[in-house]
């Protein structure tokens, strides 16, 4: 199989399909386009989700706090701990290991999380450094949102652009190749874009707010998760690829390396399914962050409309990070 997020078909007949024990008190379990399970507390519910970090060699404490707190935030929950497993190959420096923990406390910080446990091992199984992350929220039993709630008539809402996290990436990643073809102002603009990752923030607004469903866009970029929500909640939808902002930055970066913008790993970047977007939008703005309606949720078929035609959206493969990495 290729690098990246299993087929969507292999985990459902194939991972999904093995847990067949259940406990009442689980109230979201493993679905295709839900990153979070959702645990019956009584008065509250218990919020989680689990990530790790593979496509990256820079940054990766940063984004490992993020990856996990943007899903638990995505269900319109404040994430409040972290468990964070690190995995790092034999050789690695104890310098290593420190920059990845510093960056991990710093970003947790900024959010309020408590790094709460984990496990750091040094071990022949990996030839780079693995992290994974935990995410744990709190919140009243139904306030939360999850992916499978949009419904028909819905608008999409989506916030900040196309391809964020995997242009980053790829301007650290990949700096010397790209240095010569597209500038370095391009590259050191591109690489800040890691200080937008995280979408608690809009992920919290949106369930103040009316958001029927919310998804963080990750492996397979902005058009797989549409498509998982779609998926999730058994709809259809309509979008509209001249709507989806693309910063110029990405734009050179993916057209130097062949890569498609939309199909690029997004963390940082929310989907947001609402029936009021007029409020959705206002709310998002009123707190400094960028969102646009790309679309709206229709009955059946899952399409983007460019230059006049209708192109079917289809399951997310492989990344298109793991093309150049």
Not at 50 to 55: A, E, H, Q, R, Y
Not at 198 to 215: C, F, L, P, Q, W
Request: charged share 25%.
């Amino acid at each position: 199989m290729q690098s990246g997020k299993l087929p969507h078909h292999v985990l459902q007949d194939e991972i999904f399909s093995a847990f067949e024990f259940r406990r009442e008190e689980v109230l979201v379990r493993p679905k295709i386009g839900e990153d979070c399970s959702v645990l019956d507390f009584g008065e509250y519910v218990c919020v989680l989700s689990t990530d790790p970090i593979t496509g990256a060699a820079s940054e990766v404490g940063r984004l490992a706090v993020h990856i996990s707190c943007n899903d638990v935030a995505a269900n319109g929950v404040e994430p409040l701990g972290l468990l964070m497993t690190i995995m790092a190959p034999e050789g690695t420096a104890v310098e290593e290991i420190r920059q990845v923990v510093t960056q991990a406390a710093e970003q947790a910080a900024s959010l309020k999380v408590e790094i709460i446990g984990g496990h750091t091992e040094i071990t022949p199984a990996v030839n780079r450094l693995v992290v994974s992350t935990t995410a744990i929220g709190r919140a009243p039993k139904g306030k939360t949102v999850n992916s499978s709630g949009a419904e028909t008539g819905n608008r999409i809402i989506m916030t900040k652009w196309a391809g964020l996290e995997g242009t980053a990436i790829l301007a650290y990643d990949l700096e010397s190749r790209l240095k010569g073809k597209v500038g370095s102002t391009v590259l050191s603009r591109a690489r800040s874009f890691m200080e937008f990752i995280s979408v608690v923030k809009e992920g919290i607004i949106g369930g103040r707010n009316g958001a029927t469903a919310m998804h963080d866009v990750t492996e397979g970029g902005v058009l797989g998760a549409l498509w998982e929500i779609a998926e999730a909640s058994g709809t259809g939808m309509r979008v509209y690829r001249d709507k989806i902002p693309v910063r110029e930055e990405t734009r050179v970066i993916c057209e130097e390396l062949g890569l498609d913008p939309l199909k690029l790993i997004s963390s940082g970047c929310m989907i947001i399914t609402c029936k009021n977007s007029d409020r959705m939008l206002n709310a998002l703005k009123e707190t400094g962050i960028q969102a646009v309606e790309i679309g709206e949720i229709i009955e059946k078929d899952r399409v983007l409309v460019e230059e006049g035609r209708e192109v079917p959206i289809s399951p997310p493969e492989s990344d298109e990070l793991y093309k150049v990495l």
